[in-house]
């Protein structure tokens, strides 16, 4: 069981990039399935959500309004579009599944039993 996170790099203040979440091993239809990211020095926290059914969204206030979080068609992958980028976006940021599908709470790292691997962003000033 995994998941592959990807599409990390570097971008300028303003740009935009999209991370992709896949899972192989199992599916992942029903699972609610967030983003989390981690600063250097920092704390890993949230920073998107969906429900199991893809009817739900939920963003951390600093990106509300400039990140979008979705699901695939096939349910197994999750996206994480992030526009209007800042410098204190910059961060390694995780995907991660919940069996929960309601992301009830899907602001705590410990309710997720599925991890992916970390990508990259860096964003510059």
């Known amino acids: 069981v995994q998941l592959q996170a990807s599409g990390g790099g570097l971008v300028q203040a303003g740009g935009s990039l999209r991370l992709s979440c896949a899972a192989s091993?199992?599916?992942?239809?029903?699972?609610?399935m967030g983003w989390f990211r981690q600063a250097p020095g920092k704390e890993r926290t949230i920073v998107a959500a969906?429900?199991?059914?893809?009817?739900?969204?939920l963003y951390a206030d600093s990106v509300k309004g400039r990140f979008t979080i979705s699901r695939g068609n096939a349910q197994n992958t999750v996206y994480l579009q992030m526009s209007s980028l800042k410098p204190e976006d910059t961060a390694v940021y995780y995907c991660?599944?919940?069996?929960?599908?309601?992301?009830?709470?899907?602001?705590?790292?410990?309710?997720?039993?599925?991890w992916g691997q970390g990508t990259l962003v860096t964003v510059s000033s």
């Open positions: 091993g199992r599916t992942f239809r029903g699972y609610s």
């Open positions: 991660a599944a919940d069996i929960d599908g309601s992301a009830q709470y899907y602001w705590l790292e410990a309710q997720y039993e599925y």
């Open positions: 969906i429900t199991g059914s893809g009817g739900r969204t």
